[in-house]
């Protein structure tokens, strides 16, 4: 049962990804962002109809919008999307819930729409600066809109009780980040950094090889910052780690993060690497995280947790708790999982990777939990 809150884009590998299946209009995937033709036609970054909303959400960067150029509607959005809904009397079209912003009358609109209208959106100023950032989420039966300038610090704009179709339409919904003008000069509207403020590629595609193979992910850790000290002084410089890369393998496989650098920084300041997993039902699981590139780097000392929720929202339920599979050796954290415990896994989710020492914890790793069903029982 995927969840928005799963979905992962930073449009910098260069392609329209497969979660965006349902893509039309000519849009692209151009310097980094999801680029949307904005013309007297319609054009959108889409996914399926396989989507559900309840108990998650999303948040995206809107970068570029469209210039009002002679038009009397010019717009960017970002809805959830509803199929036909089956009532009395035939189904209900138009069901939609999310973002969109008029260029042309300056305003940014929270909608839920039945029958593509809502006559209770709330609508504010629209700001480039303080409105970068959309949220939208689902928890305890109330969906929330939110704004941010950094998407880190959020402003609630709107609340309203879950319609009854997000419920209904678990597993149907669809994502899509659209946009349109009635007349006037044809441009386009940019998104960027769908629930993700890295701006890492995110390769998503299948894994391959044997049991007996190892996966191996090569990535660069960077660090970042600025560096002071006088001639007689030591210099002190802060960076943030960051690690890329792609991995092939089965689950079967152990697979190591290598990082690029000669020497770890202040590993307070490190910033998770995205690494997903992938996890086979009913087979035996095993990968190691590795610090490779320092023969003299341990993780002595430290403890290791994770775990795998239905969301990282805090209404996310524990789907698996990863601890007791997690052992730390030297440089090298594995993890290993019975078959007997992934025969218990039925569905998708987020999980990440923390390391612990006395009242400092740090995350290494986060991403996607993907479980492929078993066939042979």
């Not at 939110?146 to 179709?165: E, K």
Request: with cysteine; glycine share 10%; aromatic share 10%.
């Amino acid at each position: 049962m995927p969840n928005l809150s799963t979905l992962i884009d930073t449009f910098n590998d260069g392609g329209i990804g497969p979660d965006w299946g349902n893509a039309y209009g000519g849009v692209t995937e151009t310097g980094g962002r999801a680029r949307v033709p904005c013309t007297t036609a319609y054009a959108g970054y889409q996914t399926a109809n396989s989507w559900t909303l309840t108990d998650g959400g999303f948040y995206v960067a809107i970068v570029t919008l469209p210039a009002a150029a002679g038009a009397t509607e010019a717009y960017a959005s970002v809805f959830v999307n509803a199929p036909g809904i089956e009532e009395t009397g035939g189904p209900l079209y138009g069901c939609r819930i999310g973002f969109a912003i008029n260029t042309v009358s300056g305003q940014l609109l929270f909608k839920s729409d039945t029958g593509y209208t809502d006559p209770d959106a709330v609508a504010v100023t629209y700001s480039a600066t303080d409105h970068r950032f959309l949220r939208l989420s689902e928890a305890a039966g109330t969906v929330s809109w939110d704004t941010s300038p950094d998407g880190t610090t959020w402003t609630n704009r709107r609340t309203l009780a879950t319609p009854a179709w997000v419920t209904a339409s678990t597993d149907q919904c669809a994502l899509d980040l659209s946009a349109h003008r009635d007349a006037g000069t044809a441009d386009f509207a940019e998104y960027d950094s769908f629930n993700t403020l890295s701006d890492a590629a995110v390769f998503t595609g299948s894994a391959s090889g044997s049991a007996q193979s190892n996966a191996t992910a090569t990535g660069a850790l960077t660090a970042l910052g600025t560096a002071t000290g006088a001639a007689q002084s030591g210099a002190t410089a802060t960076g943030i780690p960051i690690f890329h890369g792609a991995g092939s393998g089965s689950a079967h496989t152990d697979a190591t993060v290598v990082a690029a650098s000669s020497q770890i920084p202040e590993v307070a300041d490190m910033a998770a690497g995205d690494w997903d997993l992938y996890i086979e039902q009913g087979a035996s699981f095993l990968q190691r995280f590795t610090v490779a590139n320092d023969p003299d780097f341990t993780w002595a000392g430290w403890s290791a947790r994770a775990q795998i929720r239905t969301s990282a929202y805090a209404s996310g339920e524990l789907i698996l708790d990863l601890t007791p599979f997690l052992t730390v050796d030297g440089a090298t954290i594995r993890l290993a999982i019975p078959a007997s415990v992934t025969q218990t896994l039925t569905r998708d989710g987020r999980w990440d990777l923390e390391v612990v020492l006395g009242s400092t914890v740090v995350r290494l790793l986060q991403g996607k939990a993907m479980i492929s069903l078993e066939v042979t029982r």
